[in-house]
């Protein structure tokens, strides 16, 4: 099983409402990323949880607001978001476990968020 | 920080053609990986070709090819015999080694292969 799997793969919320993306992966993968992208741009990296441990925050807004349960989920929670917030979220994964980390990140299809 | 640079918005080749799309990053650094992915309409992003800094001999991965070049910090991708399916826009990243390093892309280039 290679694959990154991500729900829901489109989500429209309004500004005062509360929602979640969700990311799972079963290949052992040690490190977990939000990544969010906009339309022609390149990804942005939100957050990174490595061993279930917030490793890394891109200074990312209050509003969203990442979990780790275990080290094959990861979600990202979403409440009084701007319309600017629209974008493709990308959840990836890294680093096999037994063995060395090659760098590779695998990437799941995204979440399309719609904020109006 | 490092930075990864793509001059080529965009690029276009025919099919069964060979294209190289150039990339160049910025690193003080000696350990890293430097990828290729390439992200068609269906938006997800796929791994094309990776390769390890500490390596001199260039990755190859069938059609796709790389030529490192580090002392210039240069990572070009050569794709040859263009297939319609390889149009995407596609990106250079860059990354340290490590189990939770940050992966940095380039602004990427969009290829589209014509008949």
């Known amino acids: 099983d290679t694959e990154v799997t991500q729900t829901p793969k489109h989500l429209v919320m309004g500004m005062t409402n509360k929602k979640s993306l969700k990311c799972e992966q079963h290949?052992?993968?040690?490190?977990m990323y939000w990544y969010k992208q906009k339309a022609k741009k390149p990804p942005e990296l939100m957050f990174v949880?490595?061993?279930?441990?917030?490793?890394i925050n891109e200074s990312v807004p209050s509003r969203f607001s990442p979990e780790c349960p275990n080290s094959s989920l990861l979600n990202l929670h979403l409440h009084a978001l701007q319309p600017e917030d629209s974008a493709l979220y990308l959840c990836?994964?890294?680093?096999?476990?037994?063995?060395?980390?090659?760098?590779?990140?695998?990437f799941g299809e995204g979440s399309r968020l719609t904020v109006l | 920080a490092q930075t990864v640079t793509q001059s080529q918005p965009e690029m276009s080749v025919q099919e069964a053609e060979t294209v190289t799309l150039s990339c160049t990053y910025d690193?003080?650094?000696?350990?890293?990986?430097l990828f290729w992915y390439k992200q068609p309409p269906s938006r997800q992003m796929i791994l094309v070709i990776r390769?390890?800094?500490?390596?001199?001999q260039n990755a190859t991965e069938n059609r796709f090819s790389v030529n490192f070049q580090k002392a210039a910090k240069s990572f070009s991708l050569k794709i040859s015999d263009s297939q319609l399916g390889d149009t995407a826009m596609y990106f250079c990243?860059?990354?340290?080694?490590?189990?939770?390093?940050?992966?940095?892309f380039g602004t990427g280039t969009r290829l589209q292969v014509t008949l």
């Open positions: 290949m052992g993968h040690r490190a």
């Open positions: 690193t003080s650094e000696n350990n890293y990986y």
């Open positions: 949880y490595s061993y279930e441990k917030l490793s």
């Open positions: 390769q390890e800094a500490y390596k001199q």
């Open positions: 990836a994964s890294s680093g096999r476990s037994p063995g060395p980390a090659t760098g590779e990140l695998f």
């Open positions: 990243a860059f990354m340290y080694t490590g189990t939770a390093s940050k992966l940095t």
